[in-house]
């Protein structure tokens, strides 16, 4: 992955962290990176492994509709509260 704003940059180093992938350099410079870079996670199966585990990790969260009751409740939760207790 290829991190140039903040988010990718998060995103790609925590997918590096959890062996789905490698990180590289931002911008046109990486360019030049992706073929060797796409062969080594290609060639390799501790990425395949890695992709496996936060695959399944990503698929045990649960659904986003699941968390709606609970926001709603937190959000009432806070209405009720006394504006002076912030």
């Known amino acids: ?17 959890a062996n789905a992938g490698i990180q590289l350099p931002g911008g046109l410079g ?9 062969r080594k996670v290609l060639d390799d199966s501790v990425f395949t492994e890695g992709a496996r585990a936060m695959a399944a990790e990503i698929a045990a969260l649960p659904d986003a509709s ?21």
């Open 66 to 86: 699941e968390c709606l009751p609970i926001l709603e409740q937190l959000a009432s939760k806070r209405s009720k509260r006394d504006p002076g207790d912030d």
């Open 30 to 38: 990486a360019v030049a990176d992706l073929p060797a870079g796409l």
């Open 1 to 17: 992955m290829s991190g140039v704003r903040l988010d990718q940059t998060v995103h790609a180093q925590r997918v590096t962290e």
